[in-house]
């Protein structure tokens, strides 16, 4: 088969399609014939060389995808050769074909093709997983989403709506912005010419119940000053460094919360693992997605073949929503 595969760590330019062995379905995995593949900033970690994947996952770059079950493992029951699925990877989505553990498929929603359903698992498991499961949120609770304009934003901010929540968010855009608004988001802000934890405070509330961040450092006191009263602050990425420092006084005054998680790196089963997950997503969320309610939002569509430019795209800023690979 081919496959992505990396020159070295650097650019996007380390990046070839290439011949590489093919994979087989070990037990409990199925092997799918991917159709499409998402591309997720974690992606481009990877490429730089600051994000390995986890002991024993694949090197190929791809984190999710959408195709057909071509083989199916030792002791995996209620799948079919043929199936149309997509799913949560450790890695191994940018290539023709990929082995993945029975308990990360996902069906896919009714309504949506392949290639829509692509730009889903990774988004919908860090966002239900962190916002929903971990955080709680309910029904006329603030949430502040960082980053709105991204994958993972464009995502919470519907889950947030969907679930009664009123929706902040941030983003560096006046374009982006209005994005954010025709999504849900009711408060606006922009990160470079506004303050965040002002805009909070000025909808007169106590502040934000939970905040999804993918700052880290850069936003951590700031984040909890915005956090009202037993505030739940996630912390899901570390574009702004991951050293803070934080005055642990406002954070007992306000009983508030803080938790920080890595999708990639839970247990495949178990407790917090990504089987859990994944159910929890197709339990609850899935029939949001089936009723419209939830939708992908896809800034860019390319072959395969032009990842490069790809990765350029997702990291000039300038998408909203997913960037998505084609494969067939």
Known sequence: MYAIT????????????TEVP???PGPDEVLLDV??????????LQRRGLYPPPPGASPILGLECA?????????????????RVCALLAGGGYAEQVAVPADQLLPVPVGLDLVA????????????????????????????VHGGGSGIGTHAIQVGV????????TAGSAEKLDRCRELGATVLVNYRTDDFVAAIRATGRAGADVILDNMGA????????????????????LQGGSDGGLALNQLLVKRGTIRATSLRGRPATGPHSKAAVVTQVIERLWPL???????????????????????????????VGKVVLRLR
């Open 6 to 17: 990396l020159d070295g760590f650097g650019g996007p330019e380390v990046m070839a399609w």
């Open 22 to 24: 093919d994979p087989a």
């Open 35 to 44: 159709v499409a593949a998402g591309v997720n900033r974690a992606d481009l």
């Open 67 to 83: 195709g057909t079950i071509r083989a199916i493992g030792a002791g995996v029951t209620g799948r079919q050769i043929g199936d």
């Open 117 to 144: 359903a692509a730009a889903l698992p990774e988004v919908a498991c860090t966002v239900w997983s962190n916002v929903v499961t971990d955080s709680r949120l309910t029904a006329g609770e603030l949430l502040l």
């Open 162 to 169: 969907a679930l009664g929540a009123d929706v902040a968010v």
């Open 218 to 237: 850069a936003y951590l006191a700031r984040n909890v000053a915005a956090l009202a009263p037993d505030g739940r602050l996630a912390i899901i990425g």
């Open 289 to 319: 997605v089936a009723a419209g309610t939830v939708r992908p939002v896809i800034s860019a569509e390319l072959a395969i073949t032009e990842a490069a430019r790809a990765h350029e795209l997702l990291d000039s800023g300038e998408t």
